[in-house]
């Protein structure tokens, strides 16, 4: 290569790099305000970039790349939406794939002719035998209905539920269900989940609304745990007390009492080893009496399901540590 070429080269290179750092440099302009320097954000709602330091409106008159319609309510912003649900965990093909209404009516509400009906049963039929193409979607499908039945039973929120499909999701693609029934994955991927998102149900709960025996629910969910490598920290009992709490038609003040005896026994030790539902039935009942709002024993062991033993066992405890605290 020659001098002359090298040279070209060089200074071919520089203006790049030159042009580069201007193109930086006027970037940097746009975002920052020219007056204080500080930082520019953009306002949608009003078209405009406004310093959020000093409020200088640096732009007006923007690009509104939102829809040109207005709607007021969930209803009609369906019916204007010309794009369909956003992607979710929570159906086997994402929801990305052609639904047929089941109501054999046209787009004007009329009904359907007898030949015209025949034809869109058939095409339901081999929409659906499309959707499921082998044996890993049916399997999908059937795990994420069961899922949302038991959640809704549950009372869970749609963020537990997408969790649950997504830890099933992964031991569908592990290969872990090979000697496992549906039911059973199903059912300790949604108790899996709503332990992590801070929502848990205890075990009988769980058990109740499922297709399988507990022994086998318990076996399952040790062994989707252990090989998926899932981070489950052990219950906190403050997380049962709200909805005990509530299923008890108990005040706020029974609730945060239950809430300070749990923390006194979690310092003492006491909640160690314990079930985490008996000691949040025991402080229920504990702050009840505490509060002179009183419920029975009986009352509690049938919202909690927990055994009155345990809870008088507990609840005994849990009035001890507080003392001690004190």
């Given at each position: 290569m020659s001098d002359t070429t090298i040279r070209t080269y060089s200074s071919d290179r520089q203006q790049t790099e030159t042009e580069t750092?201007?193109?930086?440099?006027?970037?940097?302009?746009?975002?920052?305000?020219?007056?204080?320097?500080?930082r520019v954000v953009n306002d949608e709602e009003h078209g405009e970039s406004v310093c959020a330091e000093c409020g200088l409106v640096v732009e007006e008159d923007g690009i509104d790349r939102g829809p040109e319609w207005r709607a007021f309510d969930a209803k009609e912003k369906d019916n204007k939406s010309r794009v369909g649900a956003p992607t979710t965990n929570m159906m086997h093909d994402k929801g990305l794939s052609t639904n047929i209404g089941w109501q054999d009516k046209d787009a004007y509400g009329n009904s359907l002719s007898s030949s015209q009906r025949q034809k869109m049963q058939r095409l339901r039929k081999w929409n659906e035998r499309f959707r499921t193409r082998n044996s890993k979607e049916r399997n999908l499908k059937q795990a994420l209905g069961e899922i949302e039945r038991m959640a809704s039973a549950l009372g869970l929120p749609k963020k537990v539920r997408e969790t649950a499909s997504v830890i099933y999701r992964r031991a569908l693609s592990e290969d872990l269900l090979p000697g496992r029934s549906i039911e059973g994955v199903?059912?300790?991927?949604?108790?899996?989940?709503?332990?992590?998102?801070?929502?848990?149900?205890?075990?009988?709960e769980v058990a109740n609304v499922s297709r399988i025996d507990e022994m086998e629910f318990k076996r399952t969910y040790r062994y989707i745990v252990r090989e998926l490598g899932l981070e489950v920290a052990p219950a906190d009992p403050a997380s049962y007390v709200p909805r005990f709490a509530s299923e008890l038609d108990l005040p706020d003040e029974v609730e945060r009492r239950a809430r300070e005896l749990l923390d006194n026994a979690k310092e003492d030790g006491v909640t160690s080893g314990k079930s985490p539902v008996g000691l949040a039935a025991a402080a229920i009942y504990a702050s009840s009496l505490l509060t002179?709002?009183?419920?029975?024993?009986?009352?509690?062991s049938d919202v909690t399901d927990v055994s009155e033993v345990t809870i008088r066992n507990r609840y005994q405890e849990l009035l001890e540590a507080t003392e001690v605290a004190a």
């Open positions: 750092e201007s193109e930086v440099e006027s970037t940097d302009e746009t975002i920052t305000c020219p007056e204080c320097g500080g199903a059912t300790s991927a949604l108790y899996a989940a709503a332990r992590q998102m801070q929502t848990p149900r205890s075990i009988d002179n709002h009183k419920v029975t024993q009986s009352e509690v």
